[in-house]
Every structure is written in structure tokens, then in C-alpha cells.
């Protein structure tokens, strides 16, 4: 219980600090302190941001105040291997992602302009669309952030925060990072996309598929963007889609329920599958934490059973290593079964202990602290809006 407490101080206390740093930058590069790096400068300033302060200084951080190896740190961060089928899956997934956002941002931002919210006017490219600022385009919008954003909100910031409880550590993360993006227009549907990607990253045991789904969202967006620039069909072809699609409005409005209802259910078909692939990816670490779930119940005398019947070809290995659990995987199951809902309830036990931890008072200072900071810019960017 004291280590994870103090996870959960270190994780909130290395992420106050880098999103305090995010936010002076950002704001400085708003009042065009940055203008001197000239017209890249945009992009050596989201790589410094992405690179330095949202991944590398959280990961060393986080690992010199626990003091762990960095392979301990990256497995608690969830950098755990998936299977080529998992990352086909993940890479189909954040396309629909995509176009589910599309839907939600739409919605959120037509209800901010009910009450007078005005878009900012983006001025025209100063850099001509090239194959080389698409590629830093993917780099700094897609790339970076997909790897850096994760590691901090679905790998830092979710492990740290587990003695919360799963579904509010899943929840907290989910909504930094949306009030990461310092836009109100972005904040909806960065939170909800945030909160999915966290039950999906713990559904998985692993963070791949969250960026995996994260760089295909941002991926696809830079893509259209170029096209349009370069003049393309299909870089307006939503802008067609969408005006061809109103020109009546009773069919239009009904089409697009009809849309979002199969993109909604294709995203969750596909994340039933991402989860059952990675499952049976996972397989031996579950029958290694069934096997631990048991030992804690107490069953020796059946594992002691199962041992004396296994029959063991080496006997020196035997002598030399008594400690190790001999079954094969008809009595691993069979045992799974006769005893599962003790190791269940058992489980749900340890679970409900952890769900009820108190946090202490100075990592709840920090987490209101991480909330209040964000939400203040997220919010000036709103009020902004109205005039």
C-alpha cells in the first residue's frame, strides 16, 4: 500500500510539473515569444514539447523517484508486445476513431456557438504544402504525439494513479488529456477518445494499441489536410459528402444517425477483437497470475498433488529447483475450474480494498492542481471565443 501511494505521488508530481512547463510554453509561443526560430520554428517547438516535456524528462523522472530500472519503469508504462493481428486491428480501429470524432467534434462544437463561440481564424500556410513539411507534419502531429501523449496519460498517468481505483484512474487520465489540448474545441472529444483508450489499454495490458489508434486519428487528419492543400479530390471529399448529403435534411439528418450507429458498432466490434486477440496473446502471464491468484488462497495440498503426479525427466533439475510448479496444462485448467470462484471472489476482494485507499492529501493537492491549471486555459480559450 505505501508503494502505491507513492506511485501515485510521483506520477501526479512529475505530471503537475510537466504540464506546468507545457502551459508556459504554449502561452509564450502564443504572444510570439518563439518568432526568432522563423517559420519552422513551429515545428522544432512541437518536437522540443512532444520529445523533452511530455516524454522523455515524465519517463526519467518517474523512474529516478521510484528507483527502477527503465525496463521496470517502460513495464509500468505498459509497453508490452502485441501481436501483427492486433496492430492490423488497432490500425483499422483509429481510422473509424477518426470518423466517430468527426461526429463528436461537430456536436460539442455546434453547442459552444449556440452561446456565441467564434472559431479562431487560422491564417493561410506561410510553408508551401511539400512532401518534406507533410513528413514533419506526420512527425510532430502524428508520431510524437501519439507515443509522448500516451506514455504520459495511458502509461504514467493511469498506472500511477491505480490506487484511485481502475475506473476513476481511467477517468483522470481521459480528461487531462483533453484539457492537455488547451482548446476548447478540442477538449470533448480528446477526453472522450482519452477515457476509451484507457479502458482499452488496460482491457489489452498494453499501451501499443492505444497509440497505434491514436497515430492513426492524428495521421488521418494531417493526410486530409495536405491533400486539400495540394489541391486532391479526396482531401474535400467529407466537405462533398457532407453537402450532398443535406441537400436534404430529413434524409441527411437520418443518414448520419444511420453512420455514426455503424461506425459506433464497428468500433466495437473491433475492440471486442483487439481484446480477445490480446488475451490469448497474453495468455501465459493470465495462467501465471491464476497460478499466483491460487498460491495466496492457500492450495497446497492440491498444487502438492499435481506436483507429486507430474513426472519429471530431469532429476537434478528436480533436486536444484523445488520450488518450481510442475503442471501441465489439462491439470492447470482443471485446477483453474474447481477453484475459480474462490480466486474470483478473492480477486473482487482485493479489488474493493483498493478502491476504498484514501489519497493523501498532497497528491490530491497535485492532481486539482494539474485539473485547475488546465482547465483555466482551456477555459480562457472559450471566453476568448465569445469576443
Not at 132 to 152: G, K, Q, Y
Not at 325 to 353: A, G, H, R
Request: net charge positive.
Amino acid at each position: 500500500m505505501g508503494q502505491e501511494k507513492k506511485l501515485c505521488f510521483s506520477a501526479n508530481l512529475i505530471y503537475f510539473c510537466a504540464i506546468a512547463a507545457f502551459v508556459i510554453v504554449r502561452v509564450c509561443a502564443s504572444y510570439g515569444l518563439f518568432s526568432f526560430l522563423g517559420p519552422y520554428g513551429s515545428y522544432f517547438l512541437g518536437i522540443f514539447l512532444q520529445v523533452g516535456i511530455i516524454f522523455l524528462i515524465p519517463l526519467f523522472a518517474y523512474k529516478f523517484a521510484n528507483k527502477q530500472k527503465i525496463s521496470d519503469t517502460v513495464r509500468d508504462f505498459s509497453f508490452r508486445k502485441i501481436s501483427l493481428k492486433a496492430i492490423v486491428i488497432s490500425v483499422v480501429l483509429g481510422f473509424v476513431v477518426f470518423f466517430i470524432n468527426l461526429y463528436v467534434s461537430n456536436f460539442f462544437n455546434s453547442a459552444i456557438r449556440f452561446f456565441g463561440y467564434k472559431p479562431a481564424q487560422t491564417s493561410p500556410a506561410e510553408i508551401p504544402a511539400t512532401w518534406w513539411t507533410f513528413a514533419l507534419d506526420m512527425l510532430c502531429t502524428a508520431v510524437l504525439p501519439a507515443v509522448a501523449e500516451e506514455s504520459l496519460h495511458r502509461g504514467m498517468m493511469l498506472r500511477g494513479n491505480f490506487s484511485l481505483g481502475m475506473n476513476r484512474s481511467i477517468l483522470v487520465s481521459g480528461f487531462l488529456f483533453g484539457l492537455l489540448h488547451l482548446n476548447i474545441e478540442q477538449f470533448f472529444y480528446a477526453a472522450i477518445i482519452g477515457i476509451f483508450l484507457g479502458y482499452l489499454c488496460v482491457s489489452c495490458s498494453s499501451i501499443w494499441p492505444c497509440i497505434i489508434v491514436h497515430f492513426m486519428n492524428n495521421a488521418t487528419s494531417v493526410f486530409l489536410s495536405f491533400a486539400r492543400q495540394k489541391g486532391w479530390g479526396i482531401g474535400s471529399i467529407l466537405n462533398s459528402v457532407t453537402q450532398n448529403l443535406f441537400q436534404n435534411p430529413m434524409i441527411g439528418i437520418l443518414l448520419s444517425f444511420l453512420i455514426l450507429a455503424l461506425l459506433l458498432f464497428m468500433a466495437y466490434e473491433l475492440s471486442k477483437m483487439l481484446i480477445k486477440d490480446s488475451f490469448n496473446y497474453n495468455f501465459l502471464n493470465k495462467q501465471k497470475e491464476f497460478a499466483r491468484l491460487a498460491v495466496r488462497e492457500s492450495f497446497f495440498e492440491q498444487v502438492n498433488e499435481i506436483k507429486m503426479r507430474q513426472q519429471v525427466e530431469d532429476e537434478k533439475i528436480y533436486e536444484t529447483d523445488k520450488n518450481v510448479l510442475y503442471m501441465n496444462i489439462d491439470d492447470f485448467l482443471k485446477f483453474v475450474d474447481e477453484n475459480m470462484d474462490k480466486i474470483l471472489k478473492k480477486s473482487k476482494e482485493e479489488e474493493d480494498k483498493q478502491n476504498k485507499r484514501k489519497v493523501e492529501p498532497r497528491t490530491k493537492i497535485l492532481l486539482v492542481a494539474s485539473f485547475v491549471l488546465t482547465s483555466i486555459i482551456t477555459l480562457m480559450t472559450f471566453i476568448w471565443g465569445l469576443f
